[in-house]
């Protein structure tokens, strides 16, 4: 009789173990809507690290609010924890896939080997025009103690008291202030035909530095913005039949980075590179461009680094498209962070770079 008892309890657990048929399929589900996410976030990755800024639409989702990738985790994450915990593992690489490469979180890994010696401290910023809070941005020059600072959309109207000592340099909408002297000033002017934007794309010179001439250039390339907002429709989301706006905007802005490489790329020495670039540093134009210059907040930034705060009907968000660049072989980047707000509709970048290189080297 006990024998018989036992073997019905063992029966009945294991019939009460057994998952419900409604139960099955909840689990199913969420298994799918896990591996699903996980095969459409790649999707979107490979999408904007191929063919964004190269293909109109992949550059449409390039520059478009990228959490939006994200929010289908806030559902599938909660969901898989109570029905299928062994869907967490797809969600979770997803979510790695979706931080790291789309949201570009950065660690500052490089850091901790950085060279020490002579260092510039650089600062970019795009300061908007009039936009600016003009005592803000000065209260954070002192503040930071920078040696350099490239400007951009620094109209005849804007000005800034920079100390007595200081050297400035204005072209176009460009600025260049340095505690150094400066000489050998030249300036790029953008070839797009029909473009509304200033024509000075680039201020360069020569800075003297104790330790020996270092090149710095002031950019501002020309932005997508006006071939995003040919091809967006309130009603369809986006419009192919005037992808042609797009595509014809992107091929002027990728010749633009073409001529202006080249031209800095001329001077042979120590050379940074600080401005508004308009493009992410996963764009086409940015890779086949810009990539062989070695990126400060790729090196030694922390989070996401983004410098520009955009809306896109109605969808606020940020995103990074100021950079300062620098050349590995005379530079190390001890640090690279991002400022407090001044103002503008971006926000101020700053890196501390160390000539790695003695004086005769150059």
């Not at 950079?323 to 001890?334: A, E, K, N, T």
Request: glycine content about 6%; overall charge positive.
């Amino acid at each position: 009789m006990l024998q018989v008892h036992t073997q019905d309890n063992i029966v009945g657990q294991s019939n009460r173990r057994k998952p419900s048929a409604a139960l099955t399929v909840i689990r199913k589900a969420a298994r799918l809507a896990a591996w699903t996410y996980l095969i459409a976030i790649v999707s979107i990755w490979i999408l904007l690290g191929t063919c964004g800024d190269r293909w109109w639409f992949a550059t449409v989702l390039l520059y478009a609010p990228r959490w939006l990738y994200g929010i289908p985790l806030a559902a599938l994450i909660p969901a898989a924890a109570c029905a299928n915990r062994r869907s967490l593992g797809p969600l979770m690489l997803g979510g790695l896939i979706f931080l790291v490469p789309i949201m570009g979180l950065r660690l500052p890994l490089r850091q901790i080997g950085a060279a020490n010696g002579p260092s510039l401290r650089v600062l970019t910023c795009n300061v908007q025009g009039g936009a600016i809070a003009q005592n803000a941005l000065m209260d954070l020059v002192r503040a930071e103690q920078a040696d350099l600072v490239a400007l951009q959309e620094c109209s005849a109207e804007v000005q800034f008291e920079f100390p007595p000592e200081w050297q400035v340099l204005r072209k176009g909408q460009l600025l260049v202030a340095s505690r150094f002297p400066l000489r050998d000033v030249q300036h790029s002017v953008r070839a797009h035909p029909h473009s509304p934007w200033p024509p000075v794309n680039a201020l360069r010179c020569l800075v003297a530095h104790p330790v020996g001439d270092v090149g710095l250039c002031c950019v501002h390339l020309q932005t997508p913005r006006p071939g995003l907002e040919k091809v967006l429709d309130r009603q369809t989301a986006v419009n192919p039949a005037r992808s042609w706006m797009l595509r014809e905007e992107t091929e002027y802005r990728l010749w633009e980075s073409e001529e202006l490489e080249a031209w800095i790329a001329d001077f042979d020495g120590p050379t940074i590179i600080a401005g508004d670039f308009n493009m992410p540093v996963d764009s086409a134009i940015y890779r086949s461009t810009w990539s062989h210059w070695t990126n400060a907040f790729n090196t030694s930034g922390f989070g996401f680094g983004y410098t520009k705060n955009s809306a896109m009907r109605g969808w606020s968000y940020g995103s990074r498209i100021d950079h300062i660049l620098f050349d590995s072989g005379f530079f190390r980047c001890r640090s690279c962070w991002i400022a407090q707000d001044v103002g503008s509709d971006h926000t101020p970048l700053v890196a501390d770079l160390v000539l790695a290189k003695a004086r005769d080297s150059f």
